[in-house]
């Protein structure tokens, strides 16, 4: 049924991560109803508003990374492409940022 998509360890990690960030929201939600608020953002948002940006952000993290990834073996002469847990970690924080002071 999947095998059309890379099933590797990183992917799992991070397709896991959103469910359960889904379902910790959900839970957060139902106990402490949200209120808008103005961050760095230019519009007022609520946390369900700034999850959904920062898993934008962090998908398009991602892809960025894996598009450059044969650059940077190349411009920073690695042996291999750099690890995708690079992106990984930078696609979280770029969410945590966004989900704290968006």
Request: charged share 15%; with cysteine; net charge neutral.
């Amino acid at each position: 049924m999947f095998e059309w998509m890379a099933w590797t360890l990183p992917v799992a990690v991070f397709f896991s991560c959103i469910v359960l960030m889904l379902v910790g929201m959900t839970v957060w939600e139902i106990n402490s109803p949200t209120v808008m608020r103005k961050g760095f953002l230019p519009i007022e948002t609520t946390r369900g508003d700034r999850l959904f940006i920062g898993l934008l952000s962090a998908a398009y993290v991602n892809l960025a990374f894996v598009g450059i990834s044969g650059r940077l073996m190349e411009w920073l002469a690695l042996e291999s492409e750099p690890s995708i847990w690079i992106s990984f970690v930078l696609s979280m924080g770029v969410l945590a940022l966004v989900m704290r002071k968006g």
